[in-house]
């Protein structure tokens, strides 16, 4: 069962993603069909970074996951060897 702790890190990381699903969804969809001299567009950064945030947040996840599955593999190695 989850502590107290878990369960309000779990709510924050939840209720953060939901903020920034919505943001994202107003910003791709919704933005276009509004006339771009309407005060909302200030709130938004332009149309060029829809894509290149998460293509660049995709990128570092890849890596992340890369380094960190390189960096099991070579410990489990030297743990064989050692073994051995």
Known sequence: MATGTDQVVGLGLVAVSLIIFIYYTAWVILLPFIDSQHVIHKYFLPRAYAVAIPLAAGLLLL??????????????????????
């Open 63 to 84: 890596l992340f996951v890369g380094v960190f599955i390189t960096y099991v593999m070579l410990k489990n190695q030297k743990g064989t060897k050692k073994a051995q």
